[in-house]
C-alpha cells in the first residue's frame, strides 16, 4: 500500500510510519511536509492513501483537502490531529475526510479501523459517483426519446387541426397513421423502461423451467406478431438436463432475442436457430440468425441501454431489449454475448446456471 504522508512535523510523521509500518508491513510512504509539496507530488504519482495533519502551518485544513479532492476525488483520505477532539473528528468529517485519526492513539487496532474505513468510503463515494452518472445520461437520454415521439404527437395533431378547419381531407389517414406510430412507440418505451426497472424487483425463484415449452410458446407467439412463418425457427434442446431458474426473466431474455432475431432480418427466407450445449458454467442458450449481422465493434456495446445501430426508420426500437437481457442474465448468475454466425448473421449467447444462485 503507497500512503502519502502530509505533515509539517518531521517527528510526526517518523511516529505515524512508525506505527503503520508496525500496523502493515507493504506499506510503503511518501512524505511532504507542506500542502504545495504534497499537491505536486500528487501529480506524478497517485498514492493509495493520504494521511494529512490537519494543523499545517500557513494553510487551513479542511482547504488542503478541498484541493487533494479536486485533483483526486476518490482518493482515501484520513486527517490526523494532535488534539483529538470530537469536535474536530465531526468537522474532519462533515468538510468531507473519509476518517479522522488522533495521533496520540496510533495504535494497531486504530490505525487499522481508520484505514479500512477510509478505503471503504472511498470505494463507497465512488460508487455512489458512477451510479449518479449512469443515473443522469439514463434520464438525459430517456427524456430525449420520450420527447421524440410526443413532439410528433404535437406536430401532426396541429397539421390534423388545421386542414379539417380548412375542410382538406387528403392528408387525414396518413397524419392519424403517424400519431398512432408515435404512440405506439412511446408506450413500447415506457413498457421496456418498465421490464428493465422491474428486473430488480422480481424475485429471485428457482423454478424448474420446460425451456422446449416456453420457446415453443414464444416462436407461436412472434410468429403470428411479426407476421412470419413458424417455421423460421428452428428450436432443438432435447439433450438438456433439468434446468432451474426465474421463469419471468428467463423468458424476457428469450423473447427479446427471438424478436430480434426476426426484427434484424432481411432475408427472403428468415431463419432462426435456438440450439443448447452444456459446457462448465451451465447451459448454453444459442441463438443464432440469418439477418443483418452486428460488426465487430459494436458487439459489447449493444448491451448498454438505449444503444441502437439504427435510426427508428430502418428498425423500430427503444434500445433498451438487449440491456433488459443482459441485466436479467447477471441476475441469473449468467451472462450473454454476441458474435458473428458463421453462416451469415448474428449468434447470442446465453449461459445459465443450471439452477441460479
Ligand atoms: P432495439 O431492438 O429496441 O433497438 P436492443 O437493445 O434489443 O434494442 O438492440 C440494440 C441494437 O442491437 C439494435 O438497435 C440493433 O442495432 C442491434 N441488434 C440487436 N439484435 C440484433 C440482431 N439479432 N441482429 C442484428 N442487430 C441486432
Redesign the pocket.
Known amino acids: 500500500m503507497k500512503i502519502l504522508l502530509i505533515d509539517d512535523d518531521s517527528g510526526d510523521r517518523a511516529t505515524l510510519k512508525r506505527a503503520i509500518g508496525k500496523y502493515s508491513l507493504g506499506a510503503t510512504f511518501t512524505e511532504a511536509a507542506s500542502l504545495d509539496e504534497a499537491l505536486n507530488g500528487l501529480r506524478h504519482e497517485i498514492p493509495d492513501l493520504v494521511l494529512l495533519d490537519y494543523q499545517m502551518p500557513g494553510t487551513e485544513a479542511l482547504e488542503g483537502l478541498n484541493q487533494i479532492r479536486e485533483l483526486e476525488p476518490f482518493l482515501p483520505i484520513i486527517l490526523t490531529t494532535g488534539y483529538g477532539d470530537e469536535l474536530l473528528a465531526a468537522r474532519a468529517i462533515h468538510a468531507g475526510a473519509d476518517e479522522y485519526l488522533p495521533k496520540d492513539q496510533l495504535n494497531t487496532p486504530v490505525l487499522e479501523h481508520a484505514i479500512q474505513n477510509a478505503i471503504d468510503k472511498a470505494l463507497y463515494r465512488q460508487a455512489l459517483d458512477e451510479s449518479r452518472r449512469e443515473l443522469e445520461q439514463f434520464a438525459h437520454v430517456l427524456s430525449h426519446d420520450l420527447r421524440a415521439p410526443l413532439n410528433q404527437i404535437n406536430s401532426f395533431s396541429e397539421l390534423l387541426k388545421e386542414d379539417l378547419q380548412e375542410g382538406r381531407q387528403d392528408d387525414v389517414a396518413t397524419y392519424l397513421d403517424f400519431i398512432g406510430r408515435a404512440a405506439n412507440d412511446a408506450s413500447?418505451l415506457i413498457r421496456?423502461l418498465t421490464d428493465f426497472l422491474r428486473a430488480d424487483k422480481i424475485e429471485l425463484t428457482s423454478e424448474p423451467v420446460d425451456l422446449h415449452a416456453v420457446l415453443d410458446e414464444l416462436c407461436r407467439m412472434l410468429a403470428e406478431q411479426k407476421g412470419k412463418a413458424l417455421n423460421a425457427f428452428h428450436v432443438d434442446v432435447q439433450d438438456l438436463p433439468a434446468l432451474h431458474s426465474q421463469p419471468v426473466l428467463l423468458r424476457q431474455i428469450l423473447q427479446?432475442?427471438l424478436?430480434?432475431?426476426l426484427?434484424?432480418?432481411n432475408n427472403e427466407r428468415p431463419l432462426v436457430e435456438v440450439t443448447t450445449r452444456l459446457d462448465d458454467a451451465g447451459v448454453a442458450i444459442i441463438?443464432s440468425?440469418n439477418?443483418?449481422?452486428?460488426e465487430e465493434q459494436?458487439r459489447e456495446h449493444?448491451?448498454q441501454?438505449?444503444?441502437?445501430?439504427?435510426s427508428k426508420d430502418e428498425?423500430?426500437?427503444?434500445?433498451?431489449?438487449?440491456?433488459?437481457?443482459a441485466k436479467n442474465a447477471a441476475r441469473l448468475g449468467g451472462s450473454l454475448s454476441?458474435e458473428q454466425n458463421p453462416c451469415g448473421?448474428?449468434r447470442?449467447i446465453l449461459t445459465l446456471p443450471l439452477k441460479n444462485p
Open positions: 413500447a421496456m427479446n432475442l424478436s430480434n432475431a426484427k434484424y432480418n441463438v440468425d439477418g443483418i449481422g452486428i459494436y449493444i448491451f441501454p438505449f444503444t441502437r445501430l439504427h428498425y423500430s426500437g427503444t434500445g433498451l431489449g438487449l440491456a433488459i437481457c454476441c448473421g448474428s447470442f
